[in-house]
């Protein structure tokens, strides 16, 4: 089974390779901005009402806007669970282990007070519905815990974090093993899969991101197809590289196959179909 293919994994290697731009180089003050930055991002996606200045306000001040309690609760959830794994990780140097029970834990604490307590850290044994969608995830209880007992499995056959980390989040994603909160996970868990390779999650604060996300993890529902959301992350991945090393000379972040074409051209070049 392939995750990525032979653009992107050159893509991903490029980027695994280069020096810049690591997770452990933060220091604290950008871990935290990191950890709001993200927050905001994933809460965004679910239709979270907060702007990236009130999000500031909360995590930081904890000023609440005048929004929905859900809001604020999803928010903050989101900043605890996120910061706490950061640590654990970035600090004290303790890898995230990605089993069936951490992410049960982490299922529990991010639903907090958003989920009844008999539903927060157990899979599902009911239906759900997904909205902008024509995909229907089973609803059937040995299906839902054998398949994600399956993901969790198979991750181990990618040696390449990167496409370890877009498989869990679009399989994670894809099965909806829990009552709600399941995009929250799956992007919590590709989270820490990068952060384990010592490399900055994937996260945005701009509203077409949003968008685009929104769209590959629909094309992956529909068709299991994983390149959209794969060039989305790279892509994400490329601009971070090149937004912690703003000094770098362009060209430490090109990958030429023909001397003409960069990393990020190629990845253009696979979603409009070009050779």
């Given at each position: 089974?392939?995750v990525?293919n032979e653009?992107?994994?050159?893509?991903?290697?490029t980027?695994?390779?280069?020096k810049?731009g690591?997770?452990?180089?933060?220091?604290s003050?950008e871990?935290?901005?990191l950890?709001?930055?993200?927050s905001y991002?994933?809460?965004?996606?679910?239709?979270?009402?907060?702007t990236f200045?009130?999000?500031?306000c909360l995590?930081?001040?904890?000023f609440?806007?005048?929004?929905?309690?859900?809001?604020?609760k999803?928010?903050?959830?989101?900043y605890?669970?996120?910061?706490?794994?950061?640590?654990?990780?970035?600090?004290?140097r303790?890898?995230?282990?990605?089993d069936?029970?951490t992410?049960?834990?982490?299922?529990?604490?991010?639903?907090a007070?958003?989920l009844?307590?008999?539903?927060?850290?157990v899979?599902r044994?009911?239906s759900?519905?997904?909205?902008?969608?024509?995909y229907?995830p089973s609803?059937?209880?040995?299906?839902i815990?054998h398949?994600f007992?399956e993901?969790l499995?198979?991750?181990?056959d990618?040696s390449n974090?990167?496409e370890?980390?877009?498989y869990l989040h679009?399989?994670i994603?894809?099965?909806q093993?829990?009552?709600d909160g399941?995009?929250?996970?799956?992007?919590l868990?590709?989270?820490?899969v990068l952060?384990?390779?010592?490399?900055?999650p994937?996260?945005?604060?701009?509203?077409?991101?949003?968008?685009k996300?929104?769209?590959?993890i629909?094309?992956f529902?529909e068709t299991?197809?994983?390149?959209?959301?794969?060039?989305?992350?790279l892509?994400?991945?490329i601009?971070?590289?090149q937004?912690?090393a703003p000094?770098?000379?362009?060209d430490?972040?090109?990958?030429?196959?023909?001397?003409t074409s960069?990393m990020?051209?190629?990845i253009?070049?696979n979603k409009?179909?070009?050779a």
């Amino acid at each position: 089974m392939k995750v990525l293919n032979e653009t992107q994994l050159e893509v991903a290697k490029t980027i695994l390779e280069s020096k810049n731009g690591r997770l452990s180089s933060l220091l604290s003050p950008e871990i935290k901005n990191l950890a709001i930055a993200w927050s905001y991002y994933s809460s965004k996606i679910e239709g979270n009402t907060y702007t990236f200045v009130e999000t500031e306000c909360l995590l930081k001040d904890g000023f609440t806007a005048i929004h929905k309690y859900e809001d604020a609760k999803m928010m903050k959830n989101l900043y605890n669970t996120f910061i706490s794994e950061l640590w654990h990780i970035n600090k004290l140097r303790r890898k995230a282990i990605i089993d069936k029970q951490t992410l049960l834990r982490l299922h529990s604490q991010l639903m907090a007070d958003l989920l009844p307590n008999e539903r927060r850290g157990v899979l599902r044994d009911h239906s759900v519905a997904i909205t902008a969608t024509t995909y229907q995830p089973s609803s059937n209880p040995e299906f839902i815990s054998h398949k994600f007992d399956e993901i969790l499995a198979k991750q181990y056959d990618f040696s390449n974090p990167i496409e370890r980390a877009i498989y869990l989040h679009c399989n994670i994603a894809r099965l909806q093993p829990f009552s709600d909160g399941n995009k929250r996970m799956s992007r919590l868990v590709e989270s820490l899969v990068l952060m384990n390779a010592d490399l900055v999650p994937t996260y945005s604060c701009e509203d077409t991101d949003f968008i685009k996300y929104r769209s590959a993890i629909i094309h992956f529902y529909e068709t299991e197809d994983y390149q959209p959301y794969a060039d989305f992350v790279l892509e994400k991945q490329i601009r971070n590289l090149q937004k912690m090393a703003p000094k770098l000379k362009q060209d430490e972040l090109i990958k030429r196959e023909n001397g003409t074409s960069t990393m990020y051209d190629k990845i253009n070049k696979n979603k409009r179909g070009e050779a």
